[in-house]
Every structure is written in C-alpha cells, then in structure tokens.
C-alpha cells in the first residue's frame, strides 16, 4: 500500500545470467517490480515467464544448416482442396467453428484515432462492419451459429466495446477479450519504465500489448475458451482485422476436419507464394522434423539475403490460421507452445530507448500435432496497411458482397496493380480529401504518386502511371482524365473561374 519506487543499482548484464540467476535479480529488483502484481497475477506471470526466457537467448533461435524445405505432403495446395466437393455436413462443420479477429491496433500510422478496425474502408463500411457482415451472412446462409471473438488490447478495448453495440440485433454472437498488458523495459537497465499503473499523461508510453502470440495465455485466462470448448466449438480460424481476403473458406474448414482421425489436424497456416514486396514476410520451414515458422527476426545476418529470396524461400506466412480449441488448452496447461520472442526495439518521445518482448501467434505450429500449410491464391492476403492499400479496396478493382472483396471479373489480370502514394496521403482524411472519386483502376498497372496532387471526378487510370509534383507545385487531375501510360510533372492547376 505503501510503495516506495527505487531505481535498482544492479546492471544487468544479459549475455551473462544463467536461469537460477533471473530468479534472484527478479528477488533484488522486487520493489520496482511488485506493482506488476497489482495489475494482474496472470498476466505478471506470463511476463515473468517471457523475461526469463529473453535472458536466457543467447545467439539465433535457428541453426541454419538444419533448415530445410518442408515435405511437399505437409504444404497442401488450394486447387486440389478447392476440387473436393463439399459435403452436405457443411453446416455440422461451421457449428464447431470461431472466428477470432486480432483487433489490438490502432489507425494511428493511418492519421486515425481509435482501434483500426473503425477506418471506413468500402462503402462507409469500416473492417468490423465487413466481418460482422461476413458472418452473419454464413449464418444465415447455413443456419448456423458461428461466434465472433476479437482479442482487444488496452488501446483498444474501451472504444471497441462501445461500438459493438450497434450490432445487437445483427445474427452474430460477439465476444471480447483483452490481450495482456506488459511493461516497456529501458534498454540500459533492463528495468520497466513504468513507476505506477497509470495509462495515461507522462505514463501512456510505459505499457504494450506483447503480439499476437499473446492470444493463446490471453484467451485461455479469459475463461472464454474453455466456454467455447464447453458449447462444442472445435477450431478458430484467427486472421488480423485489417486483412480483408481472409474470410471463412468452406473448402480449408471441410479439410481440416476430414482428416484422418489418427492424424487429426491441429494446425493449418494459409501460406501464399511470395512476391518481391513479401521478401520480410516469415515462411515455413521444416526444422528438427517439425513444420516451425521463420522470420526475418530469426535469421542470422550472413543469411538475410538468402532469406529474402524469392527462389528458395517460395512461400510466405498471410497469419490466416485455423486452430484446433483443444490442442490449445492443451499446450498451454502444459506449457510447451515455447515461441520465439521477437525483441522490438523502440524510443519514445522523451528520447528513452527501450525494449518490447513480444511473440507471434504463428510461432507455435511447431508445438501442435500434424500441423500444415495450405498454399492459398494471393486474394487471401489483402492486408490494408497504408492508404495505397485503401485505394486498391475502395476502387472498381474490388466488389462487395456480403461484406466480402472478391476482384472484379472485368479487369483481365488476376494480379493487383502496384500503388505507391506519397506523403501526403498518409493519413486517411488527407487521402480523401485529394480525391473528388475513385479513379477507375480496372486497367491500371502501376501507379506512382509524389507531392501535391488532386484527383477530380471520374479519372481513368490506366497502364503505367506515374504523377510527380515537385516541391512548391501542385497537380489538379481533371475531371473525366484518362491517363494511359502517362508521366505528369511539373505544375497544372484548375481553379474555378
């Protein structure tokens, strides 16, 4: 009650302590660290669990030699999958199905306040509005009952609630649970930066929601997955929020749960082939006979190069997972999921370098039985990151249905067209500030956009495109413009007469 916050005079040097020693530091340390307590045994615990293991890490988490190309049997291909007919027990399976969406964002690097997934993306339609639409859509279809979970984080958890009401009447149950809330730690010291619970003013820094990998501790000590096991749900299928490809595929539900009984599936990662914007994406690898995930975190600096290649490295991670409830009760009472933990350097506004431990929810295939990959079409990973992205999902390129994209079929290319907006686009009110309409994009190829430029009604955007205003000039696209493997520099204003 009557806490007297002391700075530790121990210096922690990390390469040297063994595991008897994190016990005995964390004894000496225990004044700075025992308001830790006050905001959750649970989650202290867990943040104890992975701050010993960080001190513990010494070198890669990965010997290179003993990394190999997965067995073809173990990356399934979505064409043969797809060319199985769907049974008539269809619905039987989406009954045993959740829907986990990872909703611990914010829209900041968007120029957004609150949780992401509020961003209007299509039609006024923000992501939640698109998931809750796609899933009431499945139950209707299929009279079936498949819930919603998000997993919020503190950033997020307030504001999401709030909205959430307004799809009371909707055919989806929705359920929420909070990931947990870890301290920063200066990077020096090795001490968390935190000196009382607050969350907000000089404190608001001081705490971080610790990835995704987070979801199997938070999920379990919410109570919520034992409810689900209990209401006879077997599997979630967990993607991020912000990713509007990743939909309930019937043909991957109806394969997971046909395998073999002697082989049953725990695990299924949809996995897709890279491109040379995938190249820091994590892949799949086969390492001590299992299927583990590998990123670009892991590798050693000798190797980076060959990671990022395209020809050896040939598929990459879209975090589309499908997990079975059970195997993860399992693993975490058992504790044996042993993710890799991802050191995230950042400084804060003050100047102060620090360190956030955190883990990725894919980490653990390794720890599930007869896990796989699935190698999905590209429209399966449609992540909306930037405003580059929002413009592909905002334009003809895309329809809606259902609160699902699926491309155009007027536009003769599978393939998107490469978007590069510039700064002053970045955030989303200036994005749509600048344009009067959507360019039609069915044709485009690539587009290219630097400094000042405006985009009246009805612009047609085709072929290579590419838009440069220098500093101090700026350009109005007409209205009904057809630009057609154009570059437009220099300066060109419309002002009304």
């Known amino acids: ?12 040097e990390r390469q040297e302590l063994k595991v008897c020693d994190c016990v005995k530091i964390l004894g000496v340390m225990s004044e700075p660290w025992h308001f830790l307590f006050q905001i959750s045994k649970k989650d202290f615990e867990g943040f104890k669990n992975l701050f010993h293991r960080f001190l513990q890490v010494k070198g890669p988490s990965v010997k290179w030699d003993k990394i190999h190309k997965p067995p073809e049997d173990l990356i399934h291909p979505y064409d043969k999958i797809k060319a199985q007919a769907l049974p008539d027990s269809v619905a039987a399976s989406l009954n045993k199905l959740v829907v986990v969406k990872l909703n611990g964002g914010l829209g900041t690097s968007m120029g957004c306040k609150g949780p992401k ?17 796609q899933i009431e859509h499945l139950n209707k279809t299929f009279n079936v009952d498949v819930p919603l979970v998000l997993m919020n984080s503190f950033n997020t958890d307030e504001d999401t609630k709030k909205i959430l009401q307004k799809y009371t009447h909707h055919r989806v149950h929705i359920h929420t649970f909070n990931q947990s809330r870890y301290p920063r730690i200066n990077k020096e010291s090795l001490l968390p930066v935190a000196k009382d619970l ?3 003013g000089d404190h608001a820094d001081a705490w971080y929601p610790p990835g995704h990998g987070d979801i199997y501790a938070s999920f379990y000590n919410s109570g919520l997955l034992d409810q689900l096991i209990a209401a006879g749900k077997e599997y979630i299928f967990v993607s991020n929020i912000d990713n509007l490809g990743a939909t309930v595929d019937l043909f991957i539900l109806n394969h997971l749960m046909t395998q073999p009984k002697d082989k049953r599936c725990e695990f299924i990662m949809e996995v897709t082939d890279k491109t040379r914007a995938d190249v820091k994406g ?18 050693p600096k000798a190797h980076v190069d060959e990671f990022k290649s395209v020809t050896k490295f040939k598929i990459f991670n879209t975090n589309n997972l499908w997990i079975s409830l059970a195997a993860i009760k399992r693993l975490h009472e058992q504790n044996t999921m042993d993710m890799e ?33 699935v190698n999905v079409p590209r429209s399966r990973f449609l992540p909306v990151k930037t405003s580059s992205d929002l413009l ?69 955007l085709k072929g290579t495109v590419i838009i440069i205003a220098n500093h101090g000039d700026r350009i109005d696209i007409p209205a009904g413009a057809v630009l057609e493997n154009k570059i437009v520099s220099g300066n060109l204003r419309i002002l009304d007469h």
Do not use: W
């Not at 892949?283 to 299992?290: E, F, G």
């Not at 994005?431 to 309409?437: D, P, T």
């Open 392 to 460: 592909l999902v905002m334009s003809n390129l895309y329809s809606l249905d259902a609160g699902s994209l699926t491309m155009s079929k007027k536009r003769e290319f599978p393939s998107t067209p490469h978007v590069k907006l510039g700064s002053s686009f970045t955030k989303v009110h200036d994005f749509l500030m600048r344009f009067e309409s959507i360019p039609d994009m069915l044709e485009l190829d690539h587009l290219t956009v630097s400094g000042d430029v405006t985009f009246g009604k009805n612009v047609s």
């Open 117 to 133: 997934s509020v961003i209007s993306v299509r039609n006024e339609n923000t992501f939640l509005d698109l998931t809750v639409h």
């Open 1 to 12: 009650d009557n806490l007297n916050l002391v700075p530790c005079p121990l210096r922690i």
């Open 198 to 200: 607050g969350m907000h």
């Open 341 to 373: 933990i991802i050191v995230n350097p950042k400084t804060l506004d003050g100047g102060l370098n620090v360190i956030q431990l955190e883990t990725a929810v894919g980490a653990a295939i390794k720890a599930f039985d007869n896990a796989l990959g």
């Open 282 to 299: 994590g892949t799949l690898i086969q390492y001590d006979d299992k299927l583990r995930l590998l990123e670009i975190a892991q590798v």
